[in-house]
């Protein structure tokens, strides 16, 4: 099992930067492919970013994408999201999320493909 802790939202203004962490706990993550997902209320679960076990690939939902960027410290067990040029927009719990190797194959951005789950961390962005 994985233990997926977020941290690092709040509340923030329009042009503002935040970088969200994701500890993880039980396991090494070292071999998981990582991705950050956003909910906002009454919309559903969206896709954000995600990064593969070496790091070497990332993949980015439009709407981040020059904005945001995925990393991932596999000796720390951690992932992280680097926020930049928030916008209104940008407001949703955001949630980490690990995929473990070996499973059915999903496409990154497809919440399927994932196992564990964090609970999330806030972010608001006001205008």
């Known amino acids: 099992q994985v233990q997926l802790v977020e941290s690092g939202g709040g509340l923030v203004e329009t042009g503002d930067s935040l970088s969200l962490s994701c500890a993880a706990s039980?396991?090494?993550?070292?071999?998981?492919?990582m991705g950050w997902f956003r909910q906002s209320p009454g919309k559903e679960r969206e896709f954000v970013a995600a990064?593969?076990?070496?790091?070497?690939?990332?993949v980015y939902a439009d709407s981040v994408k020059g904005r945001f960027t995925i990393s991932r410290d596999n000796a720390k067990n951690t992932v992280y999201l680097q926020m930049n040029s928030l916008n209104p927009e940008d407001t949703a719990v955001y949630s980490c999320?690990?995929?473990?190797?070996?499973?059915?194959?999903?496409?990154?951005?497809?919440?399927?493909?994932?196992?564990?789950w964090g609970q999330g961390t806030q972010v608001t962005v006001s205008s």
């Open positions: 999320a690990a995929d473990r190797p070996g499973a059915t194959y999903y496409a990154p951005t497809d919440e399927r493909g994932y196992d564990y």
């Open positions: 039980g396991r090494s993550i070292k071999t998981y492919r």
């Open positions: 990064i593969n076990s070496s790091g070497g690939i990332r």
